[in-house]
């Protein structure tokens, strides 16, 4: 019986999508998503984000995701909205056409307010949660005043 219950725990531990981030943090700002790993695999994303910032995000599995569905806990701190990267990637449509092309399955989470939130994402392959830190932007230092 144990037997049985490690294997199903096995397998289920690799049926979730996998995310990755497309995009790059401007100078001095961050965009980082990391991976949060257990023993099965990947247990969920963590996410460290610069208000003002937006970061594009795809999903996979095996391709991209069917019926990309992410929200945001707290929309105030991190917002999300569906995107379009216009990137094409292997769809592993079967046997019968495996070499077949789909736009990428993505996402933008822009941080709002500093804070911390969740985003959830759901497909049909099913689902990951991204834990969300949205820091401050840097302070800048005041400009030095030279006298002449």
């Not at 961050?30 to 460290?48: H, M, P």
């Not at 003002?52 to 019926?67: D, E, F, M, R, Y």
């Not at 929309?75 to 216009?86: F, K, M, N, W």
């Not at 302070?139 to 002449?148: G, I, L, N, T």
Request: charged share 15%.
């Amino acid at each position: 019986m144990i037997r049985v219950a490690l294997i199903v725990l096995a397998l289920a531990a690799g049926c979730n999508p996998t995310l990755s981030a497309q995009s790059l943090a401007p100078p001095g700002r961050a965009a980082r998503l990391d991976t949060i790993d257990s023993f099965w695999g990947i247990k969920g994303y963590r996410l460290a984000l610069s208000k003002g910032v937006a970061i594009a995000v795809t999903c996979s599995h095996g391709g991209p995701c069917a019926k990309l569905r992410v929200t945001s806990d707290d929309p105030a701190i991190a917002e999300v909205h569906d995107a379009s990267l216009g990137v094409l990637q292997p769809s592993h449509g079967g046997v019968y056409a495996p070499d077949n092309q789909a736009t990428a399955a993505a996402f933008v989470v822009v941080g709002k307010a500093p804070g911390t939130t969740k985003v959830r994402v759901r497909t049909d392959d099913g689902g990951r949660t991204i834990d969300v830190t949205i820091v401050p932007p840097p302070e800048v230092a005041p400009q030095a005043v030279v006298a002449r």
